[in-house]
C-alpha cells in the first residue's frame, strides 16, 4: 500500500533542498542572462554613436553577442542543474562531445552557413539596415546571423537566405551611396544646354533644406553615354548618405522634368524613322501613298 504522506514528506524535504536550490540556479540564470543582455546592449551603444554606419554595425553584432551569451549562460544552467539531481556530469559532456560530432559530420549545410556567417560578420559585408542582394534576393537587411540573412524587399515580402547560399554580396549602402540617371533628350536639343540644366536643377535640390543633409556631393555629369533609338543618353550621378539615393533621385527627376517642360527641352517618345533607300546619282524611289476610301 502506497503510503502518502511518506511520499509528501520526501517531496517537501526535496523541495526544501535540492529543489530550493534549483529554483534558485534558475532564478539567478535569468538575473544573469537579462545583465548580462543589459550590459551588451549599453557597450555596444557607445561604439559611433553619432555615426550612422557605426551604428548599423553596433546593431548587428550586439543581436549576435546577445544570442552567444544567451545560449551560454543556458548551457551552464543546464549543466549545474544536471549536478544538482546527482547525475555525473563528466559522462554527460563525453556523450554530449560523441554526439555533436557525429551531429557535425550529419549537418554539414549547417556548418558550412555557421563557417560562411562568421566570416560575414567579421568582414563587415552586411549589416542591419543595409540595402543589399544576396543569392538573388534583394532588400533591406532586417537581421544577420551565423546561420542565415533575413531581408525585406520592397513589397514587404522577407527573404531568408543561409549564409553557405551566399557567394556574392552586393551592398548598396555601405559607407555612402549613388544613384547613376540616364536622361534622354531629343536629336535635335544642346546637349551642353540639357547638362548645364541638370546641374542647374541638381544644385537648386541641394539648397532644399528636405533634402540638402542628405545629398554629400555636386552633380557629377559623365557626358554623353550613348546615342540610342529615339533619344541621346546623357549620363550623371550623384551621391548620397547611405539608403537616400532613390529619395534623392525621383525629386530630381520630378524636378528635372518640369524643368524640362519649361525650357522646352524634348524628352522623345519612342520613334521609327523609315528609309526607303537611294540611288547613287541621289535619286530615291517614288512612294506610292494609297488612301482607302472608307465607303468602298
Sequence with gaps: MINWQDILDVTIAWLQTTGLRIGLILVGGFIVMRIVRWIIIGLFRRID??????RKRAETLSGLARTAASVAILIVLFV?????????IGPVLATAGVAGLA??????QLVADVIS??????????????VVNVAGKGGLVEKV???SVVLRDLAGNVHYVRNSQIDVVTNMTKDYSRFVFDIGVSYREDVDQVMAVAKEVHDALRQDPEFSADIIDDLEVLGVDQFANSA????????????????VAREFN?????????????IPFPHQTIYFGQDKDGSA?????????PGE
Design 49 to 54: 554613436h553619432d555615426d550612422s554606419e557605426g
Design 80 to 88: 549545474t542543474i544536471l549536478g544538482e539531481l546527482g547525475v555525473a
Design 103 to 108: 551531429i557535425g559530420f550529419g549537418a554539414q
Design 117 to 130: 556567417g562568421f566570416f560575414i560578420l567579421l568582414e563587415d559585408q552586411v549589416r542591419v539596415g543595409d
Design 145 to 147: 546571423g551565423l546561420r
Design 232 to 247: 541621346v543618353i546623357i549620363k550623371a550621378r550623384t551621391k548620397t548618405k547611405p539608403i537616400q539615393q532613390w529619395r
Design 254 to 266: 520630378r524636378r528635372l522634368k518640369y524643368r524640362f517642360d519649361e525650357l522646352g527641352i524634348e
Design 285 to 293: 524611289p517614288p512612294v506610292r501613298v494609297q488612301r482607302n476610301d
